[in-house]
């Protein structure tokens, strides 16, 4: 039987037409405030400007806005916090993106952490983090939390499956693990100290490439019916795992591109306007033990 393509591409579009309502249905219930999405970009790595860019039009397909704001290369931690600070303090937006990663001399981890927990709709926060891996409420890392929508949408069975995790970034790899456990997946996560990798990644039902290595996942390491979710993306169209050789006797795969990435940018916008809800809905009736 031919592999199921899972097709980002096409799920990020009925999402987003979702979306479109629901920004319309916030601008209806707040006479006619819309959610914005605040993005930072320190430096000027091409790559990471691409990416910004294709964030703000995807607010722009689904009616909401966004903020760019742009910094220098030089930019400080300390600087860099105080901007942060500012959009945590600022209610006009409802999400914040730092785009990873920021030059070598800021630290990222306290950039990061510095976003408030309901704005961080990239989900890069530890706190949020730690909701998430304790089955809290709290927004997912937006490429994690797109693969399991992806994964949720093609019905792929997850429960009691060996899934195996190739790489341990904080954005992905350990995020994606978190996500694939509570989901009661068998998981094992792997990195560069992993040894017998080709045989771990044998025993996978479910294979996540996440190592940002041009097809570094061979082939051969991978067994018939496996599903692969492939993050990486490389010039020529390929990504972290060999896909080619291996689509005819997979179960299911994620195409390059047209996969993973598509669904990273509309989780994002998603969980935006999950929290432009939130701040629509207003504060509810202060618990019990807080009430006058
Ligand atoms: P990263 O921070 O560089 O992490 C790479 C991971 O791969 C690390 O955990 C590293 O292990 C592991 N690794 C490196 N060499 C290895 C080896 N020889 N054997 C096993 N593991 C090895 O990368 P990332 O940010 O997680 O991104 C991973 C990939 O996903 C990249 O291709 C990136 O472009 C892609 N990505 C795509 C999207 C999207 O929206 N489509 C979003 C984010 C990332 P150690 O921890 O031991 O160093």
């Known amino acids: 039987m031919a592999a199921t393509v899972l097709d980002g591409k096409r799920l990020a579009r009925q999402i987003e037409n979702e979306l479109k309502h629901r920004v319309a249905r916030i601008r209806r219930s707040t006479g006619g405030r819309i959610p914005v999405l605040a993005t930072i970009l320190v430096g000027d790595d091409p790559a990471s400007a691409t990416y910004v860019r294709m964030k703000g039009n995807a607010c722009k397909r689904v009616g909401m806005d966004s903020s760019r ?3 220098p290369e030089e930019t400080t931690t300390r600087e860099l916090l105080a901007e942060i600070d500012r959009l945590n303090d600022d209610p006009r937006v409802h999400g914040i993106l730092l785009q990873h990663p920021v030059p070598g001399h800021v630290d990222e981890r306290a950039c990061f952490d510095r976003i408030s927990t309901g704005k961080d709709v990239d989900g890069v926060t530890a706190h949020g983090f730690g909701l998430m891996a304790m089955g809290a409420s709290a927004y997912g890392a937006a490429t994690p939390a797109g693969i399991m929508k992806l994964l949720s949408h093609y019905q792929i069975p997850l429960e009691g499956r060996n899934a195996v995790v190739v790489g341990r970034s904080p954005i992905l790899g350990k995020p994606m ?9 068998t998981v094992t996560i792997c ?11 044998r025993a996978a039902d479910i294979v ?9 996942i061979r082939a051969d390491w991978i067994s018939d019916n496996a599903v692969i979710i492939d993050a990486g993306y490389h010039p020529g169209s390929v990504g972290d795992v060999e896909l080619s050789a291996v689509v005819r006797r ?11 990435g598509p669904m ?3 989780t994002l916008i998603a969980q935006t306007v999950e929290s432009a809800e939130v701040d629509a809905a207003g504060p509810g009736p202060a618990p019990a033990n807080e009430r006058g």
Do not use: D, K
């Open 69 to 71: 704001i742009l910094l």
């Open 191 to 201: 990195h560069s100290r992993t040894r017998n990798l080709s045989c771990i990644v």
């Open 208 to 216: 996540v490439g996440a190592v940002g290595r041009r097809e570094f």
């Open 250 to 260: 997979c179960a299911a795969y994620t195409p390059v591109p047209g996969g993973v």
């Open 264 to 266: 990273t940018i509309t």
């Open 177 to 185: 693990a978190m996500m694939l456990l509570n989901a009661n997946a």
